[in-house]
């Protein structure tokens, strides 16, 4: 019987390499050196089938970090579920906007709506262990996802206390008395008709994380018009958007109020995120 070796099965492999290497140090539990090192070893059926599986699985389309079960965001590794969005690294840019919004506050109160895996929340919560963080899902099952995620990547002695997750439509079921000295999202963007969600990975994701069903902009103005009543004096709202959509959720922001009011491009040179600030007098007046 033909014995089977990393070497061989990555010879072989219809994938690109690097999806194959990823999707054969999962299932084998190696280090890619290992894949070197430990390439003409011969493996076990199990392991081959496995292996074999997954790549299937690949060729039809379903997202790596899906078969593997995890992504790598803001030098943590969440755990992914198909209840969840799959975090990407263009979503760091919200994580640092909302970090330097944040500076020379103590103990700042943060608000994640639409929190999916817990990327955002629990980054922010890891670069600020004193901050108190909340993350608001409508999905039960990627609150399961999100609680899992920060009990595994944050310190259970952290200053800010651990993540209060709380299940619920943007700002419906959150303590009324609560305000904020920052609220971001990654709240669902693409338009209905958006021929992007009949492919790639969005087809494997969960459609009412990716799509408002509208014309991808009611949830931001949800999120836009509730703002002014849950910040504190000065605080801050950032959300990331579509790539056409910064002058949009701008010209809203500005309509409700929001002083500073700026979009911030991506890696791509792409207008990725827009937020502002809430002047005092506003926030004294939605306070009323």
Known sequence: MKEHTADALLRASPLPALEARILLMHVLGWRRTEL??????????????????????????EPIAQLVGAREFYGLDFDVTPA?????????LLVETALSALEGIARPRVLDLGTGSGAIAVAL?????????????RSTAALE?????????????????????????????LDP???????????????????????????????????????????????????PGRLT???TLWMEHGYDQAAAVRALLETAGFADVRSECDLAGIDRISGGRLPLAASQQAGR
């Open 36 to 61: 070197i090192t430990r390439g003409d070893q011969a493996l076990d059926a199990a392991r081959v089938d496995a292996y074999r599986a997954l790549e299937a699985r690949r060729v039809q389309g």
């Open 177 to 227: 008395a609560l305000r904020f000295d920052a609220i971001v999202s990654n709240p669902p963007y693409i338009a209905s008709g958006d021929p992007h969600l009949e492919q790639g990975d969005l087809r494997f994701e969960p459609r009412g994380a990716l799509t408002d069903e509208a014309d991808g902009l009611s949830a931001l103005r949800v999120i836009i018009a509730g703002a």
């Open 145 to 173: 996802v999100a609680a899992r995620n920060a009990g595994k990547l944050l310190d259970a002695r952290r200053p800010g206390g651990p993540l209060a997750f709380v299940a619920g439509s943007w700002y419906d079921t």
């Open 125 to 137: 919560a890891s670069a600020r262990p004193d901050a108190r963080v909340w993350a608001v899902d």
């Open 233 to 235: 004096p000065g605080g």
């Open 84 to 92: 969840v969005l799959i975090p990407r690294p263009e979503t760091e």
